[in-house]
């Protein structure tokens, strides 16, 4: 076991050096042949359980892990928490789909996944659904999937009743719309995916109240803790771990250095109370999805939304601390300095995609 865990521990440094040494032009919320070596070490199902990677991480250092490749890179962070959310959604909904009933046999499960879109048509019929028309952006695209988790909400049935479905759908069927970013990566592009008159067979489509409810297949077949996670909460933590990988780095960077600025220790110090707080909070909240998850309780609508809020603070404190830091003058060569801005610019960024895919699982989930 000890073996496997620092197996796993040398993977993440190599990952974390990687992106360290990555030219700066190419690296993009995407995930690209410049990020292979993640899907190589495996880290992108580290969320899921399996044999061959010993015994499962506990959620809370799930986490931490990807927080440690956020103080490197924050978009890489992005990148493997959501791609990890992406194929537990996916072996959780659609076990048979993703090739096995049990994760413990598969490779690295590449998803993307896309939340709220910002418009569709979508009908039920007699052995599924079709979708008439649709546009979504995703919330981390993969090159190298071959599926793609999408949200589909009210969708209604025959008799009028409106609900939210999950669809696992073939890349092969989606049109790629290219798109410039509007939320501050303005050097690269950004994806949109439509569809079109495609048949989604009832095999591939979930609803989020059969989700909620722990009635999907994989909960008739496994019972591994992690597959009684809620698909809520945990999307909500996915948005922040980014921001507070960033904001440890900046805070080591600024308390490394020697600052002359007048009031800085005062800045440092609150910058790390920040910090510290968000954490604790986040932590609390990893400790009450897990317990919930190893009991199989499933989490009442006022604790899910008690979670999506303590989400979206620490996500505040963490930019709030970023903020407060990025004033301060370490004492940096002109060239580290402007290294330093783009990181801020990066994580007001991600702060900004974090809260607005907060907003969207809440909604979808309706936890508000």
Same mark, same amino acid.
């Given at each position: 076991m000890q073996v496997m865990a620092n197996r796993i521990d040398g993977e993440f440094e190599h990952a974390a050096w990687l992106f360290s040494k990555c030219d700066e032009a190419r690296l993009s919320t995407e995930l690209s042949v410049d990020t292979i070596d993640l899907v190589n070490a495996g880290l992108l199902d580290i969320l899921l359980p399996g044999t061959r990677r010993g015994t499962p991480l506990s959620l809370d250092a799930y986490m931490k892990k990807i927080a440690a490749i956020g103080q490197c890179n924050g978009r890489a962070a992005w990148a493997v928490g959501w791609c990890n959310?992406?194929?537990?959604?996916?072996?959780?909904?659609?076990? /048979?789909?993703?090739?096995?009933?049990?994760p413990d046999e598969d490779g690295s499960a590449v998803v993307s996944m896309a939340l709220s879109p910002e418009a569709v048509q979508a009908i039920h019929c007699t052995s599924g659904i079709v979708i008439k028309d649709g546009v979504w952006k995703p919330v981390v695209w993969n090159w190298r999937a071959q599926s793609i988790v999408l949200f589909i909400p009210d969708v209604c049935d025959a008799q009028?009743?409106?609900s939210t479905l999950i669809a696992l759908i073939p890349v092969s069927d989606i049109v790629l719309l290219t798109g410039q970013d509007t939320l501050g990566f303005e050097k690269f592009p950004d994806l949109n995916i439509a569809i079109r008159d495609v048949f989604v067979p009832k095999h591939r489509v979930v609803s989020i109240e059969a989700l909620r409810q722990g009635t999907v297949a994989y909960e008739r077949r496994g019972a591994h803790w992690q597959?009684?996670?809620?698909?809520?909460?945990l999307l909500a933590a996915h948005a922040v771990i980014p921001v507070q990988g960033m904001a440890a780095a900046a805070i080591a960077l600024a308390k490394d250095r020697k600052?002359?600025?007048p009031g800085a220790d005062a800045v440092v110090n609150r910058a790390? /109370?920040?910090?510290? +707080?968000?954490t604790a909070i986040l932590s609390r909240s990893y400790r009450k999805i897990e317990l919930h998850a190893i009991c199989n309780l499933p989490l009442t609508t006022e604790v =899910? +939304?008690?979670?999506g809020r303590h989400a979206a603070l620490a996500g505040q404190l963490f930019l709030a601390a970023i903020d407060s830091l990025a004033r301060i003058d370490l004492g940096l060569s002109h060239t580290h300095g402007l290294s330093m801005q783009k990181q801020?610019?990066?994580? =007001?960024?991600?702060?900004?995609r974090g809260a607005r895919a907060i907003r969207d699982t809440t909604a979808l989930f309706r936890i508000s």
């Open positions: 959310a992406a194929a537990w959604i996916a072996l959780k909904c659609f076990p /048979d789909q993703m090739g096995s009933e049990s009028g009743k409106q597959y009684r996670m809620c698909a809520g909460a600052v002359v600025m790390s /109370d920040y910090i510290d +707080a968000a =899910r +939304a008690e979670l801020w610019r990066d994580a =007001r960024t991600l702060g900004l």
